[in-house]
C-alpha cells in the first residue's frame, strides 16, 4: 500500500499544491509532499491556487515549492503526475521508477491543464478536475476517506 506520496507537476505553485492541500485533509495517515519538474525552489503557491483552496477551508499560503530530486523519487511508493506529459518525462529520467508514476486522472483518462498565468477560470477548471479524479484514487489508498467525497 502506498503511504508515501509525491504530487507532482510542472512549477509547484499550482496543481500539485491543490491536490496536495485535498489529500492532506483526507489521507491524514499518508505522507504527501509534492514537487515540479522545472520549480523554482521557494516560490508560493499562486495566489489563485491559495484563494480557491481556502475557499474549501484548506490553507496552503505557506507552500514553497520544490524541484524534483532523486531523493523524492527514492521516498515516494507512488508519485502522481498531473499529466501524461509529465508522467512520460518522469518515467523517462528515473526509469527505476517507473512502476511507480501515474497521472493523478489516469482511472478516467483525464490531465489537469496547467492553470499558471491562465486566469481565474482555469484555477477552477483545474481545481475541479482533481476534485473529480480524486474519488478513485482514495478508494485504492483508503476506502474510508472516499466515502467523505462521495
Known amino acids: 500500500m502506498a503511504t508515501n506520496i509525491l504530487l507532482l507537476c510542472t512549477g509547484n505553485v499550482c496543481r500539485s499544491p491543490m491536490a496536495e492541500g485535498l489529500m ?3 489521507l491524514p495517515a499518508h505522507e504527501l509532499f509534492s ?3 522545472y520549480a523554482e525552489e521557494g516560490q508560493p503557491a499562486d495566489p489563485m491556487a491559495v484563494e480557491l483552496m481556502s475557499q ?3 490553507d496552503i ?3 514553497r515549492a520544490r524541484q524534483l530530486s ?3 523519487m527514492r521516498e515516494a511508493d507512488l508519485v502522481l503526475t498531473m499529466d501524461s506529459e509529465q508522467q512520460r518525462v518522469v518515467r523517462r529520467r528515473y526509469p527505476k521508477a517507473a512502476a511507480k508514476v501515474e ?3 489516469e482511472p478516467e483518462g483525464i490531465d489537469i491543464p496547467d492553470p499558471y498565468q491562465r ?3 482555469a484555477f477552477q477548471l483545474s481545481l475541479q478536475l482533481i476534485q473529480q479524479v480524486l474519488p478513485h484514487r482514495l478508494r ?3 476506502p474510508n476517506a472516499a466515502c467523505v467525497l462521495n
Do not use: K, V, Y
Request: charged fraction near 10%; hydrophobic fraction near 45%.
Open 56 to 58: 474549501l477551508g484548506i
Open 70 to 72: 532523486s531523493w523524492m
Open 24 to 26: 492532506r485533509q483526507l
Open 140 to 142: 485504492e489508498l483508503s
Open 35 to 37: 514537487a515540479g519538474l
Open 61 to 63: 499560503g505557506a507552500h
Open 119 to 121: 486566469g481565474w477560470q
Open 103 to 105: 497521472r493523478l486522472g
